[in-house]
């Protein structure tokens, strides 16, 4: 159940204003009773919540007297007092991010082999999501199908936009596909293809026949390939992100051919 602690109130002074709320204007020692908040922590509490817009008092007669705040005035106040507090949270946290990004750069690992794997569909996308967002210099990617088992809108976004993040960054991105699996992706997965990355001049798009398999490389050093289920083509089994430059090196070989020759394709 929802309580007005729950909007960063203290009890007192979700006492207080509860108890204002039921005695209409009333003084300081009738409003210790009523709310059973200590007379000698009362007006501490009633200066906290006038000073944050729940109440008001009226200091013209003796005693002053107080009186609560319209309940949907008082409940937009604190909520906007909480957007505030998260939102210099959140300027905290980027902040610390910041610092900690520096500090925790780690160092070129070196040049040896190195894999890791994700299975099924929600952790094959967040392994590629991962491996581009590490990308500095370029990602290549070749696409032969799209997953039956996928929520393929959602999923086109959500790479599109970890695209967008990598061309700000500088990263040249190559994007080769079949010409059938352009009439495959939805309208909205094209959509922010033609108006979001086409327009960046690092972003290449070119399709080709000779386009089997569906593998990503990421700055000539780092692949990451698709393994569909071995029982039903449609369905991705695993990802395997394979850390080996010879190996890389090797893809970009017979990757860079099929890309002189395949076509051009215009989104938008």
């Known amino acids: 159940m929802a309580t007005l602690r729950d909007l960063g109130l203290s009890e007192y002074e979700a006492r ?13 020692k009738e409003l210790s009773r009523a709310s059973e908040v200590p007379m000698g922590r009362i007006y501490d509490v009633l200066s906290s919540t006038e000073t944050r817009g729940l109440v ?10 107080y009186v609560a705040v319209e309940p949907e005035t008082a409940l937009a106040r604190l909520l906007d007092d909480r957007r505030r507090e998260l939102d210099a949270k959140a300027d905290q946290y980027e902040t610390v991010v910041d610092e900690l990004t520096a500090e925790l750069d780690a160092a070129d690992p070196p040049d040896e082999r190195f894999w890791t794997a994700a299975m099924g569909p929600e952790d094959t996308v967040d392994l590629l999501v ?3 967002a590490a990308a500095e210099e370029s990602v290549v990617m070749v696409a032969s199908t799209l997953s039956a088992h996928f929520d393929v809108d959602a999923v086109g976004t959500r790479v599109a936009t970890e ?30 293809y033609a108006s979001v990355l086409s327009p960046d001049n690092r972003f290449e798009t070119r399709t080709s026949e000779r386009v089997e398999r569906t593998v990503t490389i990421v700055d000539g050093t780092e692949t990451c390939i698709e393994v569909p289920h071995p029982l039903d083509s449609t369905d991705i089994f695993a990802m395997i992100d394979l850390k080996d430059t010879t190996f890389a090196g090797e893809l970009m070989a017979e990757f860079e051919p099929r890309w002189e020759d395949a076509d051009p394709l215009e989104l938008g």
Request: proline fraction near 7%; hydrophobic fraction near 40%.
């Open 16 to 28: 207080v204003y509860r108890a204002l709320l039921d005695t209409g204007p009333t003084t300081a």
């Open 130 to 132: 991962e491996r581009i």
């Open 56 to 65: 008001r008092s009226q200091a013209a007669g003796r005693p002053k007297k």
């Open 163 to 192: 695209l967008d993040d990598a061309l700000d960054r500088g990263v040249s991105v190559s994007l080769l596909m079949r010409p059938e699996l352009v009439d495959a992706l939805p309208e909205t997965v094209g959509e922010r």
